[in-house]
């Protein structure tokens, strides 16, 4: 199914999935936000049933956008042209999406409850159940047709498109804690690092009970890093292109850079105002930026060296996922937020709201100014206590 609208606009840098099934492209130069809808639906048509739940580009580049949304519907978007150019129904299970990968001419999407599915173009479906309670699924991009899958009580999976009675690896949970329990597990986010074998692969793994794991799938089962960071559930981790580091968002609106050879904390990015849903990265030769957004509805991108905010804009709606474009503009610096440095010890610090927000210097500026008045209101009368 094919749609129209008549757009013509300037290149779009970032792109933000919506609660309402509103797909929105920012311009940072021109700091501009598109809205961008089927040709046949209105705002007032759009609600929570067409949540936009994961998206991804195709193939690893950055021509098509691929959204799966929380009806079970998967579009396409064409960046080139400005419009969504294709759908089709995956409500092959039940519960929402918590992945989506499309490599080689394959759609790849899994459900919360464990629904993985692999979509050929020229044959039948290929799906299995990984089991209940996935919180996130992602496919490996260096490696067409290979994803990992893990939720609560449901530890690290990674699969094999072309053979999935089994799983590649399976993750080993960790030993005991001091008390001899058994220490629950509850896959949040993960991430592929870059430039690591790609049949063997390391993956980055954040969990809601605060703790940082990478996987050496070469080495062992257990994890090979595993420290705990902040005070909340970490909720959304991205690996940086270089493969050095990886940056966590938690649910009391954290983020940070860590490196992921000193186990140590370089960065700690402060200004959300809740948890932290998304977070992308983008490198070229001159710049290193990381975007987060999350539920306070603001989307922000940090330049990694110096640590500053370059931008922030207020989207109007919950952000889900973001991702960068194709192509991004140089702009001025915003110091709103600032950076901190800290360890693994003391980057326990909350974000905070800025207060930046020019609609609400605008209804200030425009209203009356009230006099001092004096007070009618007569004077209490103390009264001095007898002493008997």
């Known amino acids: 199914v094919a749609w129209s609208m008549a757009r013509d606009e300037s290149s779009i840098d970032i792109w933000v999935g919506s609660n309402l099934g509103i797909l929105k492209g920012i311009s940072l130069e021109s700091k501009k936000c598109l809205n961008y809808l ?18 991804c580009w195709e193939d690893g ?13 998967v579009q396409c978007f064409s960046c080139a042209e400005s419009r969504f150019t294709a759908e089709c129904d995956c409500s092959g299970g039940d519960g929402a999406f918590v992945g989506i990968g499309k490599h080689a001419g394959t759609l790849i999407t899994c459900t ?42 449901n530890d690290l999976k990674l699969w094999d498109g072309n053979n999935l009675e089994e799983p ?4 080993k949970n960790v030993r005991n804690d001091f008390l001899d329990l058994r220490v629950p597990v509850w896959v949040t986010d993960l991430g592929f690092v870059p430039g690591t074998a790609a049949s063997q692969p390391v993956i980055a793994v954040g969990t809601g009970h605060k703790q940082l794991r990478l996987y050496d799938t070469r080495a062992q089962k257990r994890p090979v890093y595993n420290k705990e960071y902040g005070k909340s559930a970490i909720t959304a981790l991205s690996c940086s292109g270089d493969g050095r580091y990886y940056f966590i968002g938690t649910a009391m609106g954290d983020m ?31 710049r290193h930026l990381v975007a987060g957004c999350g539920l306070d509805r603001y989307l922000r991108v940090f330049n990694l060296d110096p640590p500053t905010t370059q931008h922030q804009m207020y989207v109007k709606l919950q952000c889900n996922c973001v991702l960068f474009g194709k192509t991004q503009e140089s702009a001025g610096s915003c110091d709103a937020i600032t950076c901190e440095h800290g360890s693994m010890q003391d980057a326990e610090g909350k974000g905070h709201s800025d207060g930046d927000d020019d ?20 004077p209490v009368k103390k009264i001095a206590m007898s002493e008997h």
């Open 112 to 153: 919360e409850k464990g629904c993985l599915a692999f979509w050929p173009q020229s044959e039948d479906k290929i799906g299995r159940n990984v089991g209940a309670n996935v919180a996130r699924m992602r496919a490996n991009p260096e490696s067409p047709l290979q994803v990992a899958t893990g939720g609560r009580e």
């Open 61 to 73: 580049g950055k021509d098509k956008i691929y959204v799966a949304l929380r009806s079970g519907l």
């Open 359 to 378: 609609e609400g210097d605008d209804v200030w500026a425009t209203m009356e100014a009230v006099g001092d008045t004096e007070s009618t209101r007569q």
């Open 256 to 286: 940070a850079r860590i490196d992921l050879r000193k186990g140590e904390v370089v960065n700690r990015y402060l200004g959300f105002a809740g948890a932290v849903l998304s977070i992308d990265t983008y490198s070229d030769d001159s």
């Open 168 to 171: 590649v690896f399976e993750a």
């Open 38 to 55: 089927p040709g046949q639906l209105t705002l007032a048509d759009m609600d929570k049933s067409r949540e936009i739940c994961v998206m």
